[in-house]
Every structure is written in C-alpha cells, then in structure tokens.
C-alpha cells in the first residue's frame, strides 16, 4: 500500500437504528485505522438522518490497508452502538478517490442499522 494522506468526509447517515426510547438518535461517527488513533465528529442531536459534513485527514502507511466507521448514539451514562462499516483501503487507492453509501450492517449481517456517506480522497506522499 503506498503512503501518503487519506482526507475522509463524513457527510451524512440516513435510517440509523433508533437506540433511544424518547426521541431519535444522538449520533456520531468514530473514524479509525487502528484502534489506537481514533477521530470522531460532533453529535447530531435527535436525529435518524444526521448530517455532519465533516473532515478528518489520516497519514497512510504501509500496511495499512481498511478504515473503519463507528457510529454511536450518545446518552446521558456512556453510549449504544448502533453499527460499524469498513472500507477497503484499495478502492480509495486505485483512483485516489472514493464516495461511498457504508451499510451498518446488523448481527450477522442479516438487516441493516443503517449507512453513512463517506468521501475519500487520497493524496500519495
């Protein structure tokens, strides 16, 4: 894998699982490549379809070669998981760009939690 600098957009989700019992869903998205270095953005109060527009920029190293897509709801005591997606780092590498719809896909992948939209763009180094 070559190196350089990975920019992701997280634009939007739509039809997130609802995980609260008033209300819709506090969201956020963690963004990972490994779990040591986590970046995460704001929380979209109430909301199944939060829109968050935000980006975050990783450095690429060898090696690596998926990132990973964490969306939580966030309550007064911790947090609910309501799923995670990932995304092959190749497809991002092969045209230096990637737009995607990442499905949350439910236990055994049998329904979905919803998806978010995420944008790469690659820059090599």
Not at 27 to 42: F, G, M, N
Not at 72 to 101: A, M, Q, T
């Amino acid at each position: 894998m070559p190196n350089g600098t990975l920019e992701v957009i997280i634009v939007e989700g739509r039809n997130l699982k609802d995980r609260d019992i008033i209300g819709q869903n506090d969201a956020y998205v963690e963004i990972y490549l490994d779990k040591k270095y986590r970046q995460r953005t704001k929380i979209v109060k109430n909301s199944n379809s939060p829109v968050w527009n935000e980006r975050f920029t990783f450095n690429i190293h060898k090696g690596d070669d998926t990132i990973h897509f964490a969306v939580y709801d966030d309550d007064l005591v911790g947090r609910d998981s309501i799923g995670s997606g990932k995304v092959k780092l190749k497809h991002v590498f092969d045209d230096n760009k990637h737009e995607e719809w990442v499905k949350l896909p439910a236990h055994l992948g049998l329904s979905s939690h919803g998806e978010i939209h995420v944008i790469m763009n690659f820059t090599p180094s």
